[in-house]
C-alpha cells in the first residue's frame, strides 16, 4: 500500500520535473549573462550503511548563484535524496515450530540546502568547466514500517560537498 502511494507521487513529482527543465530550457537556462541555474537528477548510494544499503529511488538537485567576476560565483543549492528497501524477515515463534513472515519497508530521505562557492575556469565558451564546495545543513528522516507499527527518527547535520565539471 506504502508502495503504491510512492510511486503515484513519483509519477506527479517527475511530470512537473519534467516541466520545469523545459520551462528552464525555453528560457536558455541564463536569465542574465552573471547568472547560472542548474537543475537535474543525482546518483547516490550509501557505503556501510545498517539502515538500507540500496542506491537511491529519487535524487533530484537544484543549485543557482550569481557570478560576482568572470570567474567567482555565490549561490545556493537544494537537494532531495530518497531511498527505498523491502526487507522480508521471518519470526519464529516459541509456543509452536511455526514461522511467519513480516514485510518491513525502510525509507529514507535526506534535504541538504545551503550555500555554495563556484569556480569556473572558462566563461566564454559552450562547456565552463567548474569546481564548486557547498556547505549547509542537512535534513534526514529514517523510517521503519512493519504492518502493525511504524518507527522513525528525525534528525538534523552538517552538509559539504566538492563537485566539478
Given amino acids: 500500500m506504502y508502495r503504491k502511494h510512492y510511486i503515484k507521487d513519483f509519477k506527479r513529482f517527475i511530470t512537473l520535473y519534467l516541466f520545469f527543465?523545459?520551462?528552464?530550457?525555453?528560457?536558455?537556462?541564463?536569465?542574465?549573462?552573471?547568472?547560472?541555474?542548474?537543475?537535474?537528477?543525482?546518483?547516490?548510494?550509501?557505503?556501510?550503511?545498517?539502515?538500507s544499503n540500496k542506491?537511491?529511488?529519487?535524487?533530484?538537485?537544484?543549485?543557482a548563484g550569481y557570478y560576482f567576476t568572470h570567474n567567482i560565483s555565490l549561490g545556493?543549492?537544494?537537494?532531495?535524496n530518497t531511498q527505498y528497501d523491502d526487507v522480508t524477515r521471518n519470526v519464529t515463534n516459541?509456543?509452536?515450530?511455526?514461522?511467519?513472515?513480516?514485510?518491513?519497508?525502510?525509507?529514507?530521505?535526506?534535504?541538504p540546502f545551503g550555500a555554495s562557492l563556484r569556480y569556473r575556469f572558462v566563461h566564454d565558451t559552450w562547456w565552463q568547466p567548474y569546481v564548486s564546495a557547498k556547505v549547509g545543513v542537512n535534513y534526514a528522516e529514517a523510517k521503519s514500517t512493519m504492518p502493525l507499527d511504524t518507527y522513525s527518527d528525525k534528525s538534523w547535520g552538517f552538509y559539504v560537498s566538492l563537485n566539478w565539471e
Fill in 21 to 51: 527543465i523545459l520551462g528552464i530550457m525555453a528560457l536558455n537556462a541564463q536569465v542574465t549573462p552573471n547568472t547560472y541555474y542548474q537543475c537535474g537528477w543525482q546518483f547516490d548510494f550509501p557505503i556501510k550503511s545498517d539502515f
Fill in 94 to 111: 516459541d509456543n509452536t515450530s511455526t514461522s511467519e513472515n513480516i514485510e518491513e519497508t525502510l525509507s529514507y530521505i535526506s534535504v
Fill in 76 to 80: 545556493g543549492f537544494i537537494n532531495v
Fill in 55 to 63: 542506491m537511491n529511488d529519487l535524487g533530484l538537485y537544484v543549485d
